[in-house]
């Protein structure tokens, strides 16, 4: 019953934006396949598949380099490696452009070696570099896990057999790690399409943008896109769920984690590719995480030094910072909350029960996450304003959570499920026969052992909440700012300094989140 | 050694206080029990008189496990009856569910609750006002881990994990106490002394006991009487000594122990066999399942045969185990026994040996 109710819940935005383009006015066939429309798609996939291959190969590489191999400082690098993933894209389009700018720091230290760097990095090639260096965590934090996890006498008995490390990786470890790439991967072409600022930054139009823009004065063509944006996003899911069903069928005996050792992998020595491979390491390390920090900070240790020096002042005073921070973690705080009491039932009856509403269930809330939160809080938006027994939602908090909760939930599916399997049956047993009745087994022992488990999974649903901008755009009810429209209207407005100041904050906040959740406890550390 | 001083023995020879009161008899009746297709269990009756220790015998997937599940009411009958005292637990019309059943159970990783210290863990199933009073402390005193209330599971030995588990099942005083293999996580080492231990402290306790092993020897140990039970149906019960004397069935024969089985043409007084004259067994009247007369395989066990000089067959194998070797000799008829012999093997492969049945009788079961 509950999970029914969740389902319906978690359909509502998809299910909507299809009635809105099949009920409207226009005919549907006739938006979809104008060049208006295509445009914008063809330049969404185009952007969606060379960030997904390049975000690919990048990921993998460092996940090998850094776990297989001698390079130096290795334990250091993979801690290191994974925390670009603290830059919500917006932010880190908006150092980069920053910096190149007149008064970044990049463009001034050109111009005192007498380069004019007045170089504007936008389309294509800037969103594409942009996007693959702030998403490629999502490839190497599955693949470094799983390489981790890899049991070691499979490449011990390939290089026993003869095979040298060039060739143990191509025969033995990519066909084991195949379908974390894919995973990972996925992550990142749902990420690029659903990604609303960067592209906007560098002047890419993708179906977002096309689709805000729209959204006021052409109403159909903006549900048009959106449906759309989401039918890409749930092709793609389905045809990488097909493959990595196929091939998990084929390799179904040598995925199984069975023997998992704690003994260390072969070490492959580097040899003359170790300067090399500090470069790559240490360059997208530069590139991705410092790079942008340090940019951040110049613009804002400039506006401070200036307003201290008597030049214009900063427009941001203490309320302007405190406000919008407060209410990043309150409701980031909240919709976490809901998301895990949401998905908990689910999580039950897939891994309890295992039953085939389960399932169903299971598949729609986390097809909510392939919906782009654009289209959500869009769906939600004009849901609410033509619904009549809810149009006293408009605008409010509820639709804003609601909207993040259906965007976001999926990601607590996953360690729920892990949450909820880590009970076992025989400890409810045992719980039983001591005399406990329903309620004190879930409050003495279900819920207790559940709670890492789950606070992880809120955890994850915080992160990316406080990092969302289209949805929070949309769907934020009038006055309400967060850090992530903050440093994005200051941004607009050209209030560089500002948004600096902002960003870090945001920046410091998603650091210290990703830190305990990410980093802390993933096994690729061992 | 994990526990020196404070050993279990030790604890029991202080005399600790032990209250008898609490076991109650269990009594099975026609229970079956299915799933979704075929039972599971088919038809069980079993008694077990109250201070009883009863051990459940199979091999994996008879219904061992499911047949303690239900007792504790973890799984539904189909059909049946289980009693426990004077309380019907469940029959084709009621069901007691197991947290009212007041029944003890130990799993076989101990299942303890990893988030609750030992204390907490053996306070669990006691009433509120119980909690704090000295139950816990005597309980954990009693399997000799007294002054370990403040530890975690987590950082306890295994023998000792399943001692936590027992006495967390025994301090609510439950009438029938359920071990489901609770030695099998155990390194053998261990098994052996914390198996003895409890044992004893079980013993001492008079508790009514069920429990569930797939190990012939650990039943004959432990169990008072024995239930072997296959495919769902309960073979044969009775004593450990009843089982492997006089088993029913060629299976029970060969499944509670290493088993010779010479086929004769008359089983009645002394049969020619291939290791020359086997009396048969004259105390089997009454038994069902046994062959008097006709076409019979006689069950000879290993000890019942000697070796000596001799020419009826030849030595294929030793298998030398320390207290005693297992020989395998081949026959002249192509056929081979296993015969027992003292640690002392004066045996080698290719030996010529002689054979002969030197037991109290051969039970003859049908083919």
């Known amino acids: 019953m509950v999970a029914v109710l969740v389902a319906a819940a978690f359909a509502l935005p998809g299910g909507y934006v299809a009635w809105r383009v099949i009920g409207g006015t226009e005919s549907p066939l006739a938006l979809l396949t104008s060049p208006r429309t295509l445009s914008p798609l063809w330049r969404t996939v185009q952007l969606a598949v060379l960030v997904s291959a390049s975000a690919a190969v990048l990921g993998t590489a460092l996940a090998w380099v850094t776990t297989r191999t001698d390079l130096i400082g290795r334990r250091f690098w993979r801690v290191v490696v994974p925390l670009p993933l603290v830059y919500p894209s917006f932010v880190g389009a908006a150092a980069f452009i920053s910096g190149l700018s007149p008064g970044g720091i990049v463009h001034d230290l050109a111009a005192d070696l007498g380069f004019d760097l007045t170089m504007r990095l936008h389309g294509l090639t800037g969103a594409w570099l942009v996007l693959t260096l702030f998403t490629y965590p999502y490839v190497y934090l599955p693949v470094a896990a799983r390489l981790a996890s890899l049991p070691t006498a499979f490449e011990e008995n390939a290089r026993l057999l003869g095979d040298r490390p060039a060739r143990v990786f191509s025969r033995v470890v990519l066909p084991q790690i195949g379908s974390s790439v894919a995973a990972g991967s996925l992550l990142v072409f749902l990420y690029t399409v659903s990604d609303f600022g960067a592209v906007h930054l560098m002047r890419f139009e993708t179906l977002t943008q096309t689709i805000f823009r729209t959204r006021l004065f052409d109403r159909d063509r903006s549900f048009a896109l959106a449906l759309l944006l989401l039918v890409l996003a749930l092709v793609v899911v389905a045809a990488e769920r097909t493959i990595t069903r196929a091939g998990a069928r084929r390799g179904a005996l040598l995925t199984s984690d069975a023997t998992v050792g704690d003994r260390r992998a072969l070490t492959v020595p580097l040899g003359r590719w170790a300067a090399p491979a500090t470069g790559l390491v240490a360059g997208v390390v530069g590139l991705a995480l410092v790079s942008p920090a340090i940019s951040l900070a110049d613009w804002g240790l400039f506006g401070w030094m200036r307003s201290r020096r008597g030049g214009a002042p900063l427009r941001l005073d203490w309320d302007d910072v405190l406000a919008p921070t407060w209410n990043t973690v309150w409701i980031g705080v909240t919709t976490a909350v809901i998301a895990v009491a949401v998905v908990l039932p689910v999580a039950y009856l897939t891994t309890r029960h295992r039953s085939r509403l389960g399932g169903a269930v299971n598949a729609v809330v986390v097809a909510g996450f392939a919906i782009p939160g654009l289209v959500v809080a869009l769906s939600l938006v004009f849901w609410t304003m033509h619904a009549s027994p809810f149009d006293f939602l408009i605008g409010s908090m509820p639709v804003l959570v609601f909207a993040y909760v259906v965007h976001f939930g999926a990601q607590a599916v996953r360690t729920a499920q892990v949450a909820v399997d880590a009970v076992p049956a025989r400890m409810e047993d045992a719980a039983r026969l001591l005399g406990a009745g329903r309620l004190r087994r879930l409050a003495t022992v279900e819920l207790p052992l559940m709670l890492p488990g789950l606070a992880a999974g809120a955890g994850l649903v915080m992160l990316s909440t406080m990092k969302e901008l289209p949805a929070t755009l949309l769907a934020s009810p009038i006055g309400f700012r967060t850090l992530a429209t903050q440093v994005w209207g200051t941004y607009e407005a050209l209030f560089l300094p500002e948004m600096a100041i902002l960003a870090l904050i945001l920046l410091a906040i998603s650091a210290l989140m990703t830190w305990l959740l990410v980093v802390r406890r993933s096994d690729h550390l061992r | 050694m994990i526990y020196n001083s404070r050993t279990l023995l ?129 309980t954990l005193d009693l399997v000799g881990l007294g002054g370990l209330e403040d530890r975690r599971p987590g950082s306890l030995s295994g023998g000792q994990q399943q001692r936590v588990a027992l006495a967390r099942a025994l301090a609510p005083h439950p009438g029938v106490l359920l071990l489901d293999e609770p030695f099998s996580s155990l390194d053998t080492s261990l098994r052996v002394q914390v198996r003895s231990e409890i044992h004893h402290l079980l013993l001492e306790l008079g508790v009514t006991t069920v429990f569930v092993t797939h190990d012939q020897e650990e039943a004959f140990v432990l169990g008072d009487r024995v239930a072997v039970l296959n495919e769902g149906r309960i073979a044969q019960v009775g004593s450990p000594d009843d089982l492997y004397r006089r088993p029913v069935d060629q299976w029970v024969a060969t499944f509670v122990g290493d088993a010779n089985l010479l086929p004769v043409a008359d089983a009645s007084g002394t049969c020619d066999t291939a290791v020359g004259p086997v009396a048969v067994a004259s105390d089997t009247d009454g038994m069902v399942g046994r062959v008097i007369g006709g076409p019979a395989d006689l069950l000879v066990r290993p000890e019942d045969l000697r070796l000596d000089e001799g020419s009826t067959g030849t030595v294929e194998l030793v298998e030398y185990y320390g207290h005693d070797a297992m020989v395998r000799v081949l026959l002249g008829d192509g056929s081979t026994v296993h015969a027992r012999t003292g640690a002392d093997v004066r045996w080698q492969r290719g030996d010529r040996v002689g054979v002969t049945y030197v037991g109290p009788g051969a039970v003859p079961l049908g083919v």
């Open chain 2, 10 to 138: 030790g604890m029991l020879n202080k005399r600790v206080v032990v209250p008898r009161a609490t076991a109650e008899n269990l009594s099975i009746e026609g229970l079956s029990v299915a799933y979704d297709g075929p039972p599971v269990l088919h038809d069980v009756s079993l008694d077990v008189a109250a201070g009883e220790m009863v051990a459940l015998l199979g091999p994996s997937g008879c219904g061992k496990t499911t047949l303690l599940r239900t007792i504790a009411g973890l799984e539904r009958q189909m059909a049946g009856t289980v009693r426990l005292g004077e309380r019907t637990l469940g029959d084709s019309y009621s069901f007691i569910p197991p947290e009212k059943r007041r029944i003890g159970m130990v799993f076989q990783d101990g299942a303890l609750f990893p988030h609750l210290d030992v204390g907490q863990n053996v306070a669990y199933g006691l009433p509120r006002s119980e909690r704090r009073s000295g139950r816990v402390t005597e």
